[in-house]
């Protein structure tokens, strides 16, 4: 198994416009910094794409948000993007906001072939328009389908030419579940090892579910809210 | 009256010994620098972590290493790191035990309002929707009343809503309530605040029985 690519460029190269996009991160903690560098490159446009946020106006998601090739985000949380919030509410950009939890579990149903569940996340809510309603245990709750996408776009910390992956702290969030949920899946990794390196007991992402694997570079890694307490003298 | 801090240090006094606790942004955030005294609790953050701890020293944040609130923290001693399905289903398995956010309004029927204000404000739901469908114990933390002087303790929600008939108490500037089929059931005063002052400021239909003590606060 050698899924190895030469870099982002490489990665991303029949990825068109009008596509379905999934992309790991949680604000700017764990984006696939590379790729999405090569997207706004490329200049491709009308892509839907699902994360759970669209970055700051100047970084992530909010790179492609700039340039207006993005038609339409599946996401939770929006704030923290001036631009994004401009393009919503004037109706240039379409915006499916669904619950964090059921983003998640609808990546992970997606990829793990269940095509739809029951939450009571969202019942009695806007979210809930259009969705089946059940009772179970005299509970109401929604039904929810499953997300897949032409491509998924993750970010690792370490991973080996099988594809298999292991993340670094809270940058883990939503990226093991849109691993899962691509046609084809592209891993972008800051620290490429050689098979056997990485303890079979401690991956986090099977290398089955990723077909392209390169070590990323200049990772920037930008702090949204940089947070800090004071030393006691 | 109390301030913020106020507020977290009251809903500080709700917790318990070997609680699992998901705080919200904002004013939840402040309950973590008032845990009382004996009180061992691992708090919860949306984005995939237990055992969060302290905002790091300068020097030494971490960008893989935050809260729901994107904010730099550091991981406490016995703290686990998993993904975003597997934090949700904390929440929505019911394996925590408390849950305190923020509200733009609250219905006296426990309705909530928190993501969007039509035409105006669109942040997203984040995780709110799944943490109020699904906890058993959900407290608001939130000034009694907005900045314009309107009730935010409501007949029902104006706004559209993040959860139903969810909230089981409402924390505020000036009060402690429950919610009960009756309504808001005045549970406590802030200190200097009466009766009066609270009725005036609260639109929904409030239950007021007997003598209704002031809040205990260091």
Redo the contacts between chains.
């Keep these: 198994m050698n899924k190895l690519v030469a870099n982002a460029k490489e990665a991303t190269k029949d990825i068109e416009s009008g596509m379905t996009l999934m992309l790991g991160g ?5 984006i696939p910094e590379n790729c999405i560098a090569a997207l706004v490159d490329k200049g491709i446009n009308n892509l839907t794409c699902i994360s ?1 946020n669209a970055g700051v106006d100047d970084f992530g998601l909010g790179l492609l948000l700039q340039k207006r090739q993005i038609k339409k985000m599946i ?6 993007n001036d631009e994004f ?1 401009r393009q ?2 004037s109706g240039e950009l379409e ?1 499916d ?1 669904i ?7 609808r ?2 149903a997606g990829g793990a072939g269940i095509p739809a569940f029951f ?9 809930a328009f259009g969705k089946e309603v059940r009772y179970f245990n005299g509970k109401p709750h929604i039904l929810e389908s499953a997300l897949t996408a032409d491509f998924a776009i993750v970010k690792a ?1 370490k991973g080996d030419r099988y594809g298999n992956l292991i993340f ?10 849109m691993a899962m949920a691509g046609k084809i899946t592209i891993a972008e990794v800051e620290e490429l090892v050689e098979p056997g390196e990485l303890d079979p007991n401690f991956i ?1 992402t099977p290398g089955i579910f990723i077909q392209r694997i390169f070590q990323g570079e200049k990772y920037e ?11 006691l003298t | 009256m109390l301030d913020k801090k106020g507020i977290a240090k009251r809903i500080a006094q709700e917790l318990q010994h070997n609680w699992y606790v998901n705080l919200g942004i904002g004013i939840p955030t402040l309950i973590a620098n008032y845990i009382p005294e004996g009180i061992d609790v691992e708090f919860q953050s949306e984005n995939g972590i237990l055992g969060m701890g302290p905002f790091p020293f300068e020097g030494e944040e971490d960008a893989d290493m935050i809260n729901a609130g994107k904010q730099t923290i550091t991981p406490m001693p016995g703290a686990s790191i998993f993904d975003s399905a597997t934090s949700f289903a904390m929440i929505r398995g019911q394996h925590i035990q408390l849950t305190v956010l923020g509200a733009m309004e609250v219905a006296d029927n426990g309705d909530i309002a928190n993501w969007k204000i039509p035409g105006k404000m669109v942040k997203g739901m984040g995780g709110a929707m799944d943490l109020v469908a699904s906890a058993d114990n959900i407290i608001v933390a939130m000034m009694h009343t907005n900045k314009r002087g309107k009730s935010k303790l409501l007949r029902q929600c104006t706004l559209p809503l993040t959860g139903v008939r969810c909230v089981k108490k409402v924390v505020t500037n000036l009060a402690v309530l429950d919610i009960t089929p009756q309504g808001f059931k005045l549970l406590e005063r802030a200190p200097g605040v009466s009766v009066e002052e609270i009725q005036n400021a609260t639109e929904g239909r409030l239950v007021v029985e007997g003598d209704i003590p002031e809040m205990q606060i260091d």
């Design positions: 949680f604000g700017l903690c764990g759970n996401s939770s949380y929006v704030g923290e919030e919503m509410l915006v906001l619950p964090q939890g059921s983003l998640a579990s990546c992970q939450t009571p996340a969202g019942y009695g809510t806007e979210v910390w670094k702290g809270t940058a883990r969030n939503f990226n093991p579940l986090h890694k930008r702090i949204e809210q940089r947070t800090v307490r004071q030393r």
